[in-house]
């Protein structure tokens, strides 16, 4: 029998010198300034600047950011940047952090918005001339033409009595923030910050958050691209969509794809299809899925209200153990989901549009990653603080997804941010001097020392915006 190998025996100190942790967050930083973040942030925050004095506020909006995507939870956490001055630069105390963010107010907060539209803009344009631009999202085996929008709600609990904090329809008690991403790649577009109570279903939210989002894509896409808007049934509101159609006046070429609530008229629809309609579904990877199946059901329910030519898709499967099934549903032995778009019948098969439909369930994860990028916990009792604190989020956000989408190769292209963070950005490394340069210089060990080197390499090689 083998022996359990013995750890070699350590006797620890605090007195180190010259080594750094969370190395691989200068990455962000200096995206961050690359990609003009950091120069619109400050553009769009210099009035709170008192006398020109102190620290910039724009690099404390983006130091904050850093921190957020490194995987931060509370402004003290700026402490993880400031203590490591040699890789950072100065750091803002925790007490100016929450002075700026008590500063920001609704009109700042366009502001900061507008920024993070005009560093996206850079980003998009550098990945076009360094990589071959932004990728299209996938369903089905094959690319959706253009950008998909997934919009989509989520609560977020709080212990305490922060402002606007409310019971939840879930008997929580929290925030209910409406969110935007990006299903190309992952950025955060927009995002609300709501008081608990707030309706799932309100059009005029989502019609706001839509707004924020199409602001955010760079002209060039915006017009002449076609963008999907994808909700779950809760964005099927009539004058949402109406609204959604009415964006191809101004030229902007929107499309709708919701889901519908499984009403009585839908039910009978459904009954009266005769079997040799049904169609098999399919999965994410463009094969046949078994036991399930699709059918057409435009022409058959009542759209009055509805833009013209939408139609309605309905799907229907054998239910997975534990799934949640409604009267109808067990009576007939089948899950069924129903949804609504306006693609027209040249542009898509049934099979495909419900598969592109299915798609949105990513948004999940979106959602599930972001609660670990700042958003999942509210730092302040003040709604204003924690609206400001939600924009730094998303913008947390959008630097992991242009890190990945400019950067980064092969697996990490697609990581989520804990692995990023684990493999990436929490590398501890050396600080050296000589030649008058500062080296970091990473463990020759650490497994993915040559993806990290690779990323700063990368990035010194992309494209400076003109200023």
Known sequence: MQGIGSRPRLHVSADGAGVVGHAGARLLADLADVTGLTSSYSTALGPLRPRGTGHDPGRIATDLAVMVADGGEAITDLATLRDQREVFGPIASTPTAWRLLAAVDERVLGRL???????????????SETR???????????????????????????????????????????????????????????GRLRPGNSGANTAADHIAVLDDALAQI????????????????????????SHIRDL????????????????????????????????????????????AEVAELTGMA????????????????????????????????????????????????????????????????????????????FPSRHFGVNAAWLELSLAAIDLLAWTRVLLLDGELATAEPKKLRYRILHVAARITRGGRRLRLRISATWP????????????????????
């Open 113 to 127: 918005r507008s920024a993070r539209a005009q560093a996206r803009e850079v980003a998009w344009l550098q990945a």
């Open 132 to 190: 071959c631009g932004i990728p299209a999202a996938i369903a089905g085996g094959r690319e959706v033409p253009g950008l998909v929008l997934d919009i989509d709600a989520t609560l977020i609990t709080c212990h305490s009595e922060k402002d606007q904090a409310a019971p939840t329809y879930k008997g929580g008690f929290g925030f209910h923030p409406l969110l935007c991403f990006l299903a190309n790649t992952g950025e955060a577009m927009a």
């Open 218 to 241: 760079p002209d060039a896409h915006r017009h002449g691209t076609d963008i999907l808007v994808r909700t779950d049934s809760a964005g099927s509101a009539k004058s949402f969509l």
């Open 248 to 291: 191809r006046t101004r030229g902007i070429r929107t499309f709708f794809s919701v889901g519908y609530a499984v009403t009585e008229p839908i039910r009978r629809a459904i009954r009266s299809l005769p079997e040799q309609v049904w169609y098999p579904a399919l999965d994410q990877d463009g094969t046949l899925r078994e036991s």
């Open 302 to 377: 009542d759209l009055a209200g509805y833009p013209a030519g939408t139609r309605i898709i309905v799907r229907r499967e054998h239910p997975h153990p534990g799934a949640q099934l409604s009267l109808f549903d067990q009576d007939e032995g089948l899950r069924h989901q129903v949804f609504l778009t306006d693609t027209p019948f040249t542009s898509g098969s049934a099979q495909f549009l419900e598969v592109r439909h299915r798609q949105h369930a990513t948004v999940e994860d979106h959602i599930r990653c972001g609660k670990t990028t700042g958003f999942g916990r």
């Open 448 to 467: 993915w020392r040559h993806e990290l080197a690779a990323a700063f390499h990368q990035l010194a090689a992309l494209p400076r915006p003109a200023s």
